[in-house]
């Protein structure tokens, strides 16, 4: 703001200033207070004009889009250089606080500070501060800051225990990121479900976003739109920049750039998710189809004293991780969708098994291991009992008991039960995933086909003709295949049925048609979205999903932290 005033001095009372004014500007010592003097002399009787304001108001769908981020169990911090009043202002604006919470206060001076302090500390700043966190922490929480304290609070992922949020300023934020306070103020603010830094320096913002990274090791995110926020943006384990009248500066420094606030919410709760559930799948599955094949030649030197003979024609060994079994691990890395777009942020409490670690874990990827080794098992035995003691010949008399008949048999239970083994991993099923798995596994068939038709393939020449036009490959193919996937397929559908996961609630809620109310292009956060009717908002799953019912985890694996510029247009 800025207010617009006048004054009429006689031609003295001008020059007699005017004389004070140059003494002042050209004094040698205390020249800044002594030009204070002056002006604040003549500063004085003013008649008011008038005034002017810039409107600085929060950009449509900020209030929605933290909503949304709040259900889905992520911590949310606000780190702003206003002063406390309008930061708190902001604050329940963009619904980061709620009228029902507690504000928990903690800077150095004021009047409402004084009456409650004990005289021995109230001219002491971090006497007053350490006061301060010691009381909060013992008076609501039962906390006394110890290292003890803090890692259990490392493992502890339920929500802050009761309605509390911290509004600290700058000079106590400044005391408080000191050695000997930091741990107090960073457990006292885990406990809180919101927190309100005001008047911080871009250095203080960095502090802040590397006290948590690093002392709860939790994934942070930070989000600015000018360059007062470059620090914290780089701090942070991913940063957004957004792209506004503040300059490009962040979105210069940052991993993603967004044009408005409430495009985070897409960013995380759609394209996060789906991408951290694609890599979870994605990576496990190539390490599995690499055991089923490697131990395929392992069972196979049992028998051969481990001589170093290779049970598979030597083009086998080059085209399995190339061309056999590549395209549909690489699709369901790139296309892979359990639930649409719309559907997560109308669930945005599905994004909570990331922030719990619940897709990728060690259990799973040991589990994976399990069946390419229990496939491996499967792939190798199946045929070699086929040829354990038999005369097994083709329909002409041939013999087809060469290590590459075998190997070729091998090789093709091992791929596509590898193939359909994955395609039972991915959510989405449409034409092009499977396509790509049928094309992978006609491309094994087709090369087998084409190789061992030209001499020049030695002992492979003649395989396909030979083993495709046996019953007994046939036969022990579609055993070996069945049995290879059948554990998995049973143990899927029973863990569905038994066990459900909440993604598999919301796919079944789909399929019922509770989310038919909304268009595919549906966005909370836009300000131009669709309206929806009052009765299918309460009778679809939404009405019934609330943080209540799901609560959510706290800070312990997920951290969000943005600036109040960010949100906001501030021209």
Not at 327 to 341: K, N, T
């Amino acid at each position: 703001t800025l207010c617009i005033s006048q004054r009429q001095l006689s031609w003295s009372e001008y020059l007699d200033w005017q004389q004070r004014h140059k003494a002042a500007s050209s004094s040698l010592q205390d020249r800044e207070d002594k030009m204070e003097e002056v002006a604040s002399s003549i500063e004085r009787n003013l008649t008011l004009l008038g005034g002017t304001a810039i409107e600085d108001r929060l950009q449509d769908g900020v209030p929605e889009c933290i909503q949304l981020l709040a259900k889905a169990g992520i911590k949310l911090w606000v780190l702003t250089g206003d002063k406390v009043e309008t930061a708190i202002n902001i604050g329940f604006s963009c619904n980061l606080l709620e009228n029902t919470m507690q504000l928990l206060v903690i800077k150095t001076t004021g009047e409402d500070l004084d009456a409650n302090l004990p005289d021995h500390i109230a001219n002491d700043k971090k006497a007053v501060v350490q006061y301060l966190l010691e009381k909060y922490m013992e008076d609501y929480f039962n906390l006394f800051g110890t290292l003890e304290e803090l890692e259990k609070a490392k493992k502890n992922h339920e929500p802050p225990s009761g309605n509390f949020g911290v509004v600290i300023d700058g000079d106590a934020l400044k005391i408080a990121l000191g050695d000997s306070l930091k741990l107090k103020f960073l457990l006292l603010c885990k406990q809180c479900k919101a927190v309100l830094c005001c008047r911080v320096s871009p250095a203080q913002k960095a502090s802040v976003v590397k006290l948590v990274k690093e002392t709860l090791d939790v994934m942070t995110l930070a989000i600015g739109d000018g360059s007062n926020d470059v620090a914290m943006i780089q701090a942070a384990d991913v940063g957004v920049g957004i792209a506004g009248e503040e300059g490009t500066q962040a979105v210069m420094s940052s991993d993603y750039a967004v044009g408005q606030f409430r495009y985070l919410g897409r960013l995380v709760l759609v394209h996060g998710r789906w991408s951290y559930k694609r890599l979870a799948e994605m990576i496990p599955s190539f390490f599995y189809k690499n055991v089923i094949f490697t131990l395929a030649l392992f069972w196979y030197g049992i028998y051969d004293n481990f001589d170093g003979t290779y049970l598979f024609e030597y083009t086998y060994l080059m085209f399995y991780n190339l061309a056999f079994t590549s395209l549909p691990v690489i699709f369901l890395g790139i296309f892979d969708q359990d639930v649409d777009d719309h559907i997560s942020l109308l669930v945005p409490q599905l994004y909570r098994t990331g922030i719990l670690r619940e897709e990728w874990t060690f259990i799973k990827f040991y589990w994976y291991m399990l069946d390419g080794f229990y496939q491996s098992i499967i792939c190798f035995y199946y045929p070699w009992f086929l040829y354990y003691k038999t005369g097994y010949v083709s329909n002409n008399g041939l013999s087809l008991d060469h290590r590459f008949y075998i190997g070729a048999l091998v090789a093709t239970i091992s791929t596509v039960s590898c193939n359909c083994y994955i395609l039972l991993r991915q959510y989405r099923w449409d034409w092009l995933t499977c396509f790509i798995n049928f094309l992978s596994n006609m491309v094994l068939f087709g090369w087998t086909g084409i190789w061992s038709s030209f001499a020049s393939s030695s002992e492979f020449f003649k395989v396909a003709a030979r083993l495709y036009g046996s019953p007994s490959f046939w036969a022990c193919f579609f055993v070996g295949w069945v049995m290879c996937l059948l554990p998995r397929f049973a143990y899927d559908f029973a863990s569905s049925i038994l066990f459900p996961r909440d993604v598999q609630i919301i796919r079944e809620c789909v399929k019922n048609g509770d989310f038919s109310h909304y268009p595919k292009n549906y966005d909370p956060t836009d300000p131009n979205r669709p309206i929806v009717s009052k009765y299918a908002q309460e009778h679809t799953i939404e009405s019934h999903i609330s943080p209540q019912d799901f609560p959510a985890p706290g800070p312990t694996y997920s951290c969000l932290l943005y600036t109040s510029p960010s949100p906001r247009d501030t021209r």
